[in-house]
């Protein structure tokens, strides 16, 4: 494996290419605090009137847009994902029905503003709030509010997926492994099975990845299904953030695609397709890889899979050890191809992907976000009795 590294992109080809041993430290992290885990979870899970809410900002909150699908069928059981930038707005609507509730909080520092206000509101607008805090940062606000709560649990990545580049990379893909583990189940085999996958991509794909950012497209659109929907919106904020938006993304499901955002599309595209494991959703996926190569040249559109595809070309990229694993599991091996290309457009076009907005204009952990006191939690208690009664 020989990742091109120039001044200003140490930090984020070190955290891309780490992620194969992140995640096995992090699984062993995991399996070595399972009964104290277990002994947290397990009362919660007992009880059907429970919900949960995966929460997080930008890059976090995809990571729960991504585990909800698959976790609701695990654990069948309501899952919502929903952004901290949403409950801190719209705390209200977020919390309307006052039912005992796991809020399973994303941060790679815990400093954004709304990753602590969101867990505060959700104290003050329910009855019985439990926390999960998954994080990289052991000094992080997030972290050390909650520690030593007997109502939360606190969760540490691997002390290295605390990103130092801009963008989150490992981090992103520890935290989304663990919470898998954490609620869905111990899974020694998924776990090696994606470090092999992404070392296939790191040693294997790193040069065409690199040759599709040379070729110059200045639209990238990114598609996937179910869970992986959530993966496409990561693959398109990443190639956004690591190129201080010049190049321009959009991110959407295979059947959504066609109802309107297929107008992106022109001479200057590419199209980055992630395939279902899903026999029935894959149907769907490979229609619109299909009807997109006989829009654009086909090597204009990328499909990547864990699976066989019929009458593959140059342009399916086939990752056969991850064969059997759900949607989710797929978003973390996957998730290294949107990372290298964001990588490789961001050196192509000469920037710097450590910092790629040296003006300060975005920040790596965001800055000028004011909290408004919530005046509304007698009227939001309120309200969830009525939806309660009716």
């Known amino acids: 494996m020989s990742i091109t590294t120039i001044v200003g992109s140490e930090a984020t080809v070190r955290e891309i290419t780490q992620q194969p041993d992140v995640w096995l430290e992090a699984s062993t992290g995991i399996a070595a605090r399972r009964e104290e885990i277990d002994a947290f979870l397990a009362p919660l899970l007992a009880r059907p009137e429970l919900r949960i809410v995966l929460t997080g900002a930008g890059t976090s909150a995809f990571i729960g847009e991504i585990a909800a699908p698959t976790l609701t069928r695990t654990l069948?059981?309501?899952?919502?994902?929903?952004?901290?930038?949403?409950?801190?707005?719209?705390?209200?609507?977020?919390?309307?029905?006052?039912?005992?509730?796991?809020?399973?909080?994303?941060?790679?520092?815990?400093?954004?503003?709304?990753?602590?206000?969101?867990?505060?509101?959700?104290?003050?607008?329910?009855?019985?709030?439990?926390?999960?805090?998954?994080?990289?940062?052991?000094?992080?606000?997030?972290?050390?509010?909650?520690?030593?709560?007997?109502?939360?649990?606190?969760?540490?990545?691997?002390?290295?997926?605390?990103?130092?580049?801009?963008?989150?990379?490992?981090?992103?893909?520890?935290?989304?492994?663990?919470?898998?583990?954490?609620?869905?189940?111990?899974?020694?085999?998924?776990?090696?099975?994606?470090?092999?996958?992404?070392?296939?991509?790191?040693?294997?794909?790193?040069?065409?990845?690199?040759?599709?950012?040379?070729?110059?497209?200045?639209?990238?659109?990114?598609?996937?299904?179910?869970?992986?929907?959530?993966?496409?919106?990561?693959?398109?904020?990443?190639?956004l953030e690591l190129t201080a938006g010049r190049i321009v993304t959009y991110y959407d499901s295979a059947l959504g695609f066609r109802h309107g955002p297929k107008a992106v599309v022109d001479d200057s595209t590419l199209v980055v397709v992630y395939l279902s494991s899903d026999p029935h959703t894959r149907r769907y996926d490979l229609d619109i890889v299909a009807e997109l190569r006989a829009t654009l040249s086909p090597e204009r559109v990328i499909a990547i899979s864990s699976e066989p595809v019929a009458d593959a070309t140059a342009y399916d990229w086939v990752l056969p050890e991850l064969a059997g694993l759900d949607d989710a599991q797929l978003a973390i091996g996957y998730v290294l191809v949107a990372q290298l290309l964001g990588l490789s457009y961001s050196l192509q076009l000469g920037a710097t992907p450590d910092n790629p907005f040296p003006s300060g204009t975005v920040n790596r952990v965001v800055q000028g976000v004011r909290i408004h006191e919530f005046d509304g939690v007698d009227d939001a208690r309120s309200v969830a009795a009525q939806l309660q009664e009716q």
């Open 76 to 239: 069948r059981r309501r899952i919502d994902a929903v952004a901290t930038t949403d409950i801190v707005s719209n705390p209200q609507e977020s919390f309307a029905e006052d039912v005992p509730l796991l809020l399973v909080s994303f941060a790679r520092s815990g400093n954004s503003p709304e990753s602590v206000a969101a867990t505060e509101l959700a104290d003050q607008s329910l009855a019985e709030v439990h926390h999960l805090v998954i994080t990289c940062d052991e000094t992080g606000e997030l972290y050390r509010r909650h520690h030593d709560r007997a109502s939360s649990l606190t969760v540490l990545m691997p002390l290295r997926s605390n990103d130092e580049g801009f963008a989150m990379t490992s981090s992103f893909s520890s935290m989304l492994l663990s919470v898998l583990l954490i609620l869905g189940g111990t899974d020694d085999a998924a776990v090696q099975a994606l470090a092999a996958g992404a070392t296939t991509i790191l040693d294997q794909r790193e040069v065409d990845i690199r040759a599709l950012a040379n070729e110059g497209c200045e639209r990238v659109v990114y598609i996937g299904s179910g869970p992986l929907t959530g993966l496409a919106r990561e693959s398109a904020l990443k190639l």
